[in-house]
């Protein structure tokens, strides 16, 4: 069973700072390119960052420089590192997990991140 689970979600007060943990089971961890998503109420989903398994990452321009994305190959394990938090961070994160070599995707459920005061 291919299983992503998520935790780390909850309320956070705008400036504060958050860490997603996505753990993947069922697949070979090194051989996917892990990612965060994200999905605002009447808004499309959209990527948040990427990490391959050699570490080369990528963000959105609205999170570059306040979120981190990691993983560590031991633990089967992504991290999303989010500081300086804005209410526009509100949404659903869901983990992603795409195969480097063919079209392959799993998702995650999805965590709750709700930025307000």
């Known amino acids: 069973q291919v299983q992503l689970a998520e935790s780390g979600g909850g309320l956070v007060q705008p400036g504060g700072s958050q860490r997603l943990s996505c753990a993947a089971s069922?697949?070979?961890?090194?051989?996917?390119?892990m990612g965060w998503y994200r999905q605002a109420p009447g808004k499309q989903r959209e990527m948040v960052a990427t990490?391959?398994?050699?570490?080369?990452?990528n963000y959105n321009d609205s999170v570059k420089g306040r979120f981190t994305i990691s993983r560590d190959n031991g633990k089967n394990t992504v991290y999303l590192q989010m500081n300086s938090l804005k209410p526009e961070d509100t949404a659903v994160y869901y983990c992603?997990?795409?195969?480097?070599?063919?079209?392959?995707?799993?998702w995650g459920q999805g965590t709750q991140v709700t930025v307000s005061s």
């Open positions: 992603n997990a795409h195969s480097v070599w063919g079209t392959l995707d799993y």
């Open positions: 069922g697949i070979i961890f090194s051989a996917y390119k």
């Open positions: 990490i391959t398994n050699g570490g080369s990452t």
